[in-house]
């Protein structure tokens, strides 16, 4: 009696459950639990709570591969705005990415994370817009700087640098507006100097100097020189 009692009371809560995915408020907004699969599937795409036509909770995300629902994305949504915070996934389930959206915009820090373990290997930062703002950092596998750049709406601007596995300065480039515009230098794995000069809007100007084994072998003028043609009287 009490077995079959508690058969039919998991029964009816399917059945309670089953009514409660996938519903509308009176005003015709998602409400409640919603669950949708892959056209012409069974395949689950995705999952999440709605109060009101607004997501909240976490919502979870899938692909179909191999006929099978593979988690790709989770969103944690609150009720109070449309940003969630994010977190995608390899088919292995090992976390790729994470950070905050707002809608379809990257905002606030982004993390990055290595192929081969779950050090950094890139973190970023964006402006509320959804354009890279301040300092990018790029790291190796073993967590070893690679390169740092710095932002400014969407557009480097700024000092930036490159290093080897090793440590050494490889580049220290300045950007100004997107565009190459100052002094730079470029280094040998054995951080000797190779080449320096200055970059206006982008390109080469003025003197630059070439290096080998630590010695000048070449100056190159990079200046733009006006050819006149003399007119004869």
């Known amino acids: 009696m009490k077995r079959a009692f508690t058969i039919l009371f998991l029964f009816v809560s399917t059945l309670v459950l089953a009514q409660e995915i996938n519903q509308l408020d009176t005003n015709g907004k998602y409400h409640g639990i919603w669950k949708k699969n892959f056209d012409g599937t069974s395949i689950l ?15 979870k995300f899938y692909k179909n591969i191999k006929k099978k629902a593979v988690l790709t994305a989770t969103k944690e949504f609150n009720e109070t705005d449309n940003k969630a915070y994010v977190k995608f996934f390899a088919s292995t ?49 073993s967590g070893q700087l690679a390169e740092k750049q710095i932002y400014k709406n969407g557009k480097l601007d700024g000092v930036s640098v490159m290093y080897s596995n090793k440590n050494v300065l490889l580049s220290e480039l300045i950007y100004v507006n997107g ?31 070439y290096y080998k084994d630590g010695k000048l072998t070449e100056e190159k003028n990079f200046s733009y020189i006006p050819k006149y043609i003399k007119k004869t009287p």
Do not use: C
């Not at 795409?45 to 919502?59: C, L, N, P, Q």
């Open 179 to 209: 565009e190459l515009h100052g002094y730079s230098k470029y280094y040998s794995p054995k951080a000797e100097l190779v080449a320096e000069g200055l970059y206006k809007n982008d390109k080469k100007d003025g003197i630059w100097k």
């Open 93 to 141: 389930g090992k976390v790729i990415s994470e950070g905050q959206m707002d809608g379809k915009k990257y905002i606030g820090e982004w993390k990055y994370y290595q192929k081969t373990n779950n050090k950094l290997l890139t973190l970023e930062h964006y402006n509320d817009s959804g354009s890279l703002n301040g300092e990018r950092t790029v790291y190796y596998p």
């Open 45 to 59: 795409r995705y999952e999440g709570a709605f109060s009101h036509g607004k997501e909240i909770g976490v919502f």
